[in-house]
């Protein structure tokens, strides 16, 4: 099939940049085992938890995923839906907090 | 993706390139194989299911009044004489980016349409994964032996132990059906289903090469949602 | 226009079209369309009844599978929503029905309606059927996966009506299955009937979940030669987005479904608070019954559109064939779709304004629900637009579709009051509510399932329905449906609560009691009324007047197939090529009043086309 051909060149690329992404990872996740490691709290951890988990998850994403080499069209296509979950997110941290509070509030204030 | 080339049609890059690609006809996602297409949206459906139990987790969490435990100590492992905290999970870890890197690796050759060496970076992962799962099969046994339970958990929150092993569970299973896939895909190449374009089992499809990059994607998800579980779970 | 001078034209199309099938790049032709860029699929032909009827991998007859089945559990909707007005109208004669009876059934009634008539008939019915045709596919592309998708729903709805025949029946919480009491003793079907329910839902998402993706990969990456995304049919363009939406909101419901049954068969904790039960407290505690509220509606908003746009779809084009005219802002359309869907993710929590969760929430919700009505809107005032000064055929899909219109937009009207947190609150849990979603998604959309039943009838069969009965089936179906939910606004006004057994000793009785029958009787004829169209589907397959190639004069490519009905594989050697949209009907100065979507340029002489 001449599409498979095509898809051929394409996808292959040096072997070189996947063992570079593939030490990066090791490091990364070493790092944000270090975060634990050396018990930072508060909002240095959370900062360094999310900044790892971010680069990890994107360099897995970009290049063990191939998406850095895809369109633009398909990124897009995958990456859009996000909002809905980041909408999600941040309307039950709302949500939690509020709960919380009712909780602290009735069982042990007002109860 | 510049040396991709369709008859009658130009790539353009960026932006630009997405409006043509979904104004023309016939495929939105230029030179992209339908299988692969399909893994991708199916990895889109269960990234939802995936931030979903996330999701639940924090809200349950977030809104205990009771203690919740420390991750850091209840998942250390106590080595020559010292409590080293996530040291099981950070294994698991590593051991999980090693298989996703030889799986990518394992695409790589496949295109290259080097059997062997494609054949057996797929046994690679596949055993990789394997020992995550009995890695993950020990830590559940020695959590339920302290006493943690679904529905109960000696160091405080309940809902511990139902998230706990609710979420890791359902990757757990993620990671074993895609063991399973690995050693039927490790067979099907080194059988050299692909070179031949045999027709597969029950879809009779013929076999390609870029069957084992859509493996390879589903793979690589499993990772990066253990990338997301390790940061929200253990490190939070 | 001289006979002669459209021959040669005709000719001259024709040797075009094969330059342009060779392959070469000349621009100048007009008719030119870029070559293929995947190779023609490769299909499995069954040869025996198992593989050809049963266990098939064609598109089109898993559409009529999901269609028969999907209607086969709907007519059990039918008969329990019957018992159930039997009940609130006629208390005397449903002795046999007690106030658990009543809870399941308003339970399954509602469970089966929505996700497994209403959303199994749009998306695996009509899609199933539809999209390869219309986007000029040979099949669905992973068709072993379709055949899968089926029988996945198949074994759903054995679980989900094998719980009537458990221990306990099955579950009677409500369609919405809110925990805590949808799992504690004394709801009815707290055992086996809400393990089945949650079983029977993870299976439907499994199965639809395989669909879904052949849905949408066929329309973004199997159309035709010269098939673009804006020259596809409204329908595709609604089921796609359908199927979109399922796809990213069917997983919040699978996650429910699994945490309530880990909460009933593990006892975790996920949704239980402590509880006191008749004065024991039970092992629960610290659980969020609210989370389970977001989760379901997280998939619950989406899936009000996961009915609707396919709706939205089907109608553009039935509005637009029978009344000749191209749809009125065809892009516009396209992109209320879009905007709509992308939208629905975040209006969800306008079902819990009386839910106890955040107060802040109410602003955020009722603003953004304000704003899906925008493009709600604009898709009503559209399909006005296009009836107006139309050559309208009043045929039976004509009635349903001006049905579809009136009723639709009387239940958004009362949507606007229901997405203000300060009229919803009053009218939250009355019969108000219910007659609403059953405006608007209930009684429209089904509206929609009849019109193109009719409309595709001769596709599938190649014969015609009866128009004689299909309008008495109309008008009993129209003004019935009016007479039960038009009541209802006023009795959510005077306060009658829903879900209610009975309305006990307080002050509505008196002049809800009479209502209630009114309501019921017509709900019985209307149910009824529904045979018609089993009775004249089964009397028009076999005496039905014979339909031939496009009796509708439609324009759209599945219409255009080599035989009709189509066989599998849609197009015999050739795949069709596509030139314009699918609306150029009624265009001044062309020789017929439609331009079938394979018409190349060259043929079209003497008329101006808008370019597509």
Not at chain 3, 104 to 109: D, E, G, K, S
Not at chain 3, 154 to 174: D, E, H, K, M
Not at chain 3, 502 to 528: H, K, L, R, W
Request: some cysteine; proline content about 4%.
């Amino acid at each position: 099939m001449e599409e498979t051909k095509k898809q051929e060149q394409t996808t292959t690329h040096k072997i070189g940049i996947y063992l570079w992404i593939w030490g990066l990872l090791f490091v990364l996740s070493f790092f944000s085992y270090m975060v634990d490691w050396f018990q930072f709290q508060g909002l240095l951890r959370w900062t360094l938890i999310l900044i790892f988990m971010f680069l990890k998850a994107g360099l897995i994403m970009a290049f063990f995923m191939h998406l850095f080499w895809e369109r633009y069209a398909l990124v897009n296509v995958l990456l859009w839906p996000m909002t809905a979950i980041a909408c999600f997110i941040f309307l039950m941290v709302a949500e939690f907090q509020y709960t919380l509070f009712t909780r602290l509030f009735y069982f042990f204030i007002g109860g | 993706m510049s040396d991709l080339k369709i008859e009658g049609y130009e790539f353009k890059p960026g932006y630009r390139g997405m409006a043509e690609d979904t104004g023309s006809a016939q495929t939105m996602f230029k030179g992209v194989h339908w299988g692969k297409a399909m893994m991708w949206i199916f990895l889109l459906s269960d990234t939802f299911i995936f931030s979903c139990f996330l999701i639940s987790y924090m809200k349950g969490r977030g809104s205990t009044p009771v203690e919740w435990p420390n991750p850091s100590e209840v998942f250390a492992l106590h080595v020559g004489g010292v409590d080293v905290p996530l040291l099981l999970i950070a294994i698991m870890t590593f051991v999980l980016i090693t298989s996703s890197g030889t799986m990518a690796l394992a695409v790589k050759y496949g295109y290259e349409k080097n059997r062997k060496m494609c054949g057996w970076l797929i046994l690679a992962t596949a055993i990789g994964g394997l020992t995550f799962v009995g890695m993950q099969a020990f830590e559940w046994s020695k959590l339920i032996h302290e006493g943690v339970r679904p529905w109960e958990n000696p160091f405080g929150a309940k809902q511990f132990g139902s998230f706990f092993f609710m979420i890791t569970g359902f990757h757990g299973t993620h990671v074993s059906i895609g063991v399973i896939f690995l050693f039927i895909y490790a067979y099907k190449t080194f059988a050299g289903h692909y070179d031949e374009r045999k027709r597969g089992w029950f879809t009779s499809i013929k076999g390609d090469y870029v069957e084992i990059e859509i493996l390879g994607l589903y793979w690589h998800f499993v990772d990066l949602v253990w990338v997301f579980i390790f940061a929200f779970f253990y490190l939070w | 226009m001289s006979e002669d001078n459209n021959d040669k034209i005709i000719i001259q199309s024709q040797s075009s079209e094969s330059i342009s099938g060779g392959g070469s790049g000349s621009t100048t032709d007009i008719d030119y369309v870029r070559p293929a860029e995947v190779g023609d699929q490769d299909l499995y032909h069954g040869h025996s009844f198992i593989t050809k009827w049963v266990f098939c991998q064609d598109a089109k007859v898993i559409g009529v599978q999901y269609f028969l089945l999907a209607t086969f559990t709907g007519i059990i909707g039918l008969i329990l929503s019957w018992l159930m007005r039997l009940q609130l109208g006629f208390p005397e004669l449903a002795s046999f029905m007690t106030a658990e009876h009543y809870y399941q059934f308003v339970t399954m009634h509602g469970m089966i309606m929505v996700v497994y008539f209403l959303t199994a008939l749009f998306l695996g019915g009509f899609g199933n059927f539809l999209i390869p045709l219309m986007v000029g596919a040979r099949d669905m592309v992973f068709p072993y996966l379709n055949m899968v998708s089926f029988w996945m729903f198949f074994i759903a709805v054995v679980v989900l009506l094998a719980s009537f025949f458990v221990p306990g029946g099955p579950t009677g919480s409500g369609w919405t299955l809110y925990p805590p009491q949808s799992i504690l003793e004394g709801t009815p079907g707290s055992g086996m009937g809400i393990l089945l329910m949650c079983l029977s839902l993870i299976l439907f998402v499994a199965g639809f979940t395989m669909g879904g993706l052949n849905y949408l990969i066929t329309v973004l990456q199997a159309r035709t030669r010269g098939m673009t995304l804006m020259r596809m049919p409204l329908t595709v363009w609604g089921i796609f987005t359908a199927t979109v939406l399922a796809m990213l909101a069917f997983p919040a419901l699978l996650v429910g479904s699994l945490m309530m049954s880990l909460d009933k068969i593990l006892g975790t904790s996920f949704f239980m608070p402590t509880i006191l039960q008749a004065g024991e407290v039970l092992e629960y505690g610290g659980g969020s019954p609210i989370l389970f509220q977001h989760l379901f509606w997280f998939f619950g908003h989406p899936e009000v559109y996961i009915v609707a746009l396919p709706a939205f779809g089907i109608i553009s084009d039935l509005i637009s064939v029978h009344s000749r005219k191209n749809i009125f802002g065809y892009r516009m359309m396209v992109w209320a779709i879009v905007v709509i869907g992308g939208l629905s993710f975040f209006v969800w929590a306008h079902h819990m304004y009386v839910s106890g969760m955040n107060p802040w929430f109410g602003f955020f919700f009722a603003t953004t629900t304000l704003i899906i009505a925008v493009p709600t809107a604009m898709k009503v005032y559209n399909w006005v637009l296009t009836l107006w000064r139309g050559n309208i055929r009043l045929n039976t899909v004509m009635l349903w579709c001006l049905g579809f219109i009136v009723t639709f937009v009387n239940g958004g009207i009362t949507g606007i009051f229901l997405g203000n947190v300060t009229v919803d609150v009053p009218l939250s849990d009355t019969y108000f509510v219910i007659a609403h979603f059953h405006m608007v998604m209930g009684i429209a959309p089904l509206m929609v399932i009849m019109g193109a039943v009719y409309h595709w009838f001769p596709l599938v069969t190649g014969r015609m329905l009866s128009e004689k009965l299909g309008k008495w089936h109309f008008w009993f179906t129209f003004l019935g449906a009016y007479s039960i939910y038009f009541p209802m606004h006023y009795l959510g006004f005077i306060g009658v609560p829903r879900r209610y057994f009975e309305m006990y000793d307080s002050p509505y009785v008196t002049s809800a009691v009479g209502m209630n029958e009114f309501i019921s009787t017509a709900a019985f004829i209307v149910g009824a009324a529904q045979f018609i169209l089993i009775y004249n589907i089964i009397k028009s397959l076999k005496t039905g007047k014979p339909a031939g190639k496009n009796p509708w004069q439609a324009n759209s490519l599945e219409w255009l197939t080599p035989s009709v009905p189509p066989e599998h594989g849609n197009w015999g050697d050739r795949l069709p090529v596509v030139h314009r949209w699918p609306y150029d009907y009624s265009v001044p100065g062309a020789k017929e009043d439609f331009i079938t979507q394979t018409t190349p340029p060259s043929d079209v002489t003497n008329s101006e086309v808008e370019k597509t």
